[in-house]
């Protein structure tokens, strides 16, 4: 899909959402790097699309004699790739950014998540991951916008083997070898970005729940060398309970991305 076909589905229908709280979209000088869209009110929102790691982001400023202080908070991030995401995702996306500045306090546990994040750990969190499985299942928006109102910390492994898992062992179970190829490519693009969190939650939980060898082995297809190793060692523990491992042994990169998920 177009990608400024798709930024304008999801920034129109953000606009739609805040236009009513008297935001204006306020021209914007685009660059080759990036496209961003402003909208000015209270506070000021940026949604921006980053070409290079192809991520939609939604951002959040407070506003100084009427123009941006520049003191940017992101508050919701989403990947988006063109070749192969098309309207369905746009709009998707468009609901969230929309859904999250509905409610102050989602915006404000969205900002206190992102605080948390360490700086070495991945960009892509287990509330990103859940994000991007909207496209797959829309009924998890809802289940989304519940966790962040009534819990001060989106619950990741909980709500990844609550809500998450059931759907997507459904899903894979009936899907196609074609479709099957594309989810590999999402989760591989996941999982290179993932914080140990999400490393752990794809390979402990999402792969894991797959009961064919076959499938879980095309699941895998798009992923590095190294990463379907770290796959097929968590693969030998379902059904297992994983102990913490004891401070004093060495880590490896398959304990620290199976240990992350417990």
């Given at each position: 899909?177009?990608?400024?076909?798709?930024?304008?589905?999801?920034?129109?229908?953000?606009?739609?959402?805040?236009?009513?709280?008297?935001?204006?979209?306020?021209?914007?000088?685009?660059?080759?790097?990036?496209?961003?869209?402003?909208?000015?009110?209270?506070?000021?929102?940026?949604?921006?699309?980053?070409?290079?790691?192809?991520?939609?982001?939604?951002?959040?400023?407070?506003?100084?004699?009427?123009?941006?202080?520049?003191?940017?908070?992101?508050?919701?991030?989403?990947?988006?790739?063109?070749?192969?995401?098309?309207?369905?995702?746009?709009?998707?996306?468009?609901?969230?950014?929309?859904?999250?500045?509905?409610?102050?306090?989602?915006?404000?546990?969205?900002?206190?998540?992102?605080?948390?994040?360490?700086?070495?750990?991945?960009?892509?969190?287990?509330?990103?991951?859940?994000?991007?499985?909207?496209?797959?299942?829309?009924?998890?928006?809802?289940?989304?916008?519940?966790?962040?109102?009534?819990?001060?910390?989106?619950?990741?492994?909980?709500?990844?083997?609550?809500?998450?898992?059931?759907?997507?062992?459904?899903?894979?179970?009936?899907?196609?070898?074609?479709k099957l190829g594309k989810i590999s490519e999402m989760l591989a693009s996941l999982y290179n970005s993932g914080d140990l969190?999400?490393?752990?939650?794809?390979?402990?939980?999402?792969?894991?729940?797959?009961?064919?060898?076959?499938?879980?082995?095309?699941?895998?297809g798009a992923f590095s060398d190294t990463d379907k190793k770290v796959a097929k060692a968590a693969r030998k523990l379902r059904g297992k309970n994983i102990k913490a491992e004891k401070p004093k042994k060495t880590h490896n990169y398959i304990a620290d991305?199976?240990?992350?998920?417990?």
């Open positions: 899909m177009d990608i400024n076909n798709a930024f304008e589905i999801i920034a129109g229908k953000f606009e739609n959402t805040v236009s009513a709280k008297g935001y204006k979209r306020e021209p914007v000088a685009q660059s080759d790097t990036e496209k961003t869209a402003l909208f000015v009110g209270d506070i000021a929102y940026s949604i921006m699309y980053t070409y290079s790691d192809k991520r939609m982001v939604l951002r959040s400023c407070g506003v100084s004699g009427g123009e941006p202080d520049n003191s940017w908070k992101i508050i919701a991030t989403w990947l988006f790739d063109p070749e192969t995401d098309g309207s369905k995702e746009a709009e998707s996306i468009g609901d969230d950014f929309s859904e999250t500045v509905k409610t102050p306090k989602q915006v404000a546990a969205a900002q206190k998540q992102k605080k948390k994040k360490k700086d070495s750990d991945g960009s892509v969190d287990p509330l990103f991951l859940a994000n991007r499985m909207v496209a797959y299942f829309p009924e998890l928006k809802d289940e989304i916008a519940y966790e962040m109102a009534h819990y001060e910390e989106f619950r990741g492994i909980t709500f990844a083997e609550e809500k998450i898992v059931p759907k997507f062992s459904k899903m894979v179970n009936n899907a196609s070898a074609d969190d999400t490393k752990g939650i794809i390979t402990y939980d999402l792969l894991n729940s797959v009961e064919s060898d076959e499938k879980f082995e095309k699941l895998i991305d199976l240990n992350s998920a417990r």
